[in-house]
């Protein structure tokens, strides 16, 4: 089995910076992408951002600028650094990874979730 834990939510200002750490364990051949999803109230679960093991990344425009994805392959964790976070990044942060266990056994993983508050 597969397990993602997250860390590193809390309360921020606006303005302010947080940084998430999301570490996958268990028995794993390899984790191919990893990435962070987010879901505010009321809303649907929205994509953050996403790395590829070569460390390619994608951004949702909403953080483009602001958020950086990040990964140790060694260590099979992602991170995101929050930089100038704004009201409206407020919500539970996701961890997910596309983790492989062997030949043709190939899975999509889910953190607990993390909040992110930014409020004065």
């Known amino acids: 089995q597969v397990q993602l834990v997250e860390s590193g939510g809390g309360l921020v200002q606006p303005g302010g910076s947080l940084r998430l750490s999301c570490a996958a364990s268990g028995s794993i051949f390899s984790v191919n992408v990893m990435g962070w999803y987010r879901q505010a109230p009321g809303k649907q679960r929205e994509l953050v951002a996403i790395?590829?093991?070569?460390?390619?990344?994608n951004y949702a425009d909403s953080v483009k600028g602001r958020f950086t994805i990040s990964r140790d392959n060694a260590k099979n964790t992602v991170y995101l650094l929050l930089n100038s976070l704004k009201p409206e990044d407020t919500a539970v942060y996701y961890c997910?990874?596309?983790?492989?266990?062997?030949?043709?056994?190939?899975?999509?993983?889910w953190g607990q979730g993390t909040q992110v508050t930014v409020s004065s």
């Open positions: 997910y990874a596309d983790v492989s266990l062997g030949i043709g056994r190939r899975y999509n993983y």
């Open positions: 790395i590829t093991s070569g460390g390619s990344s």
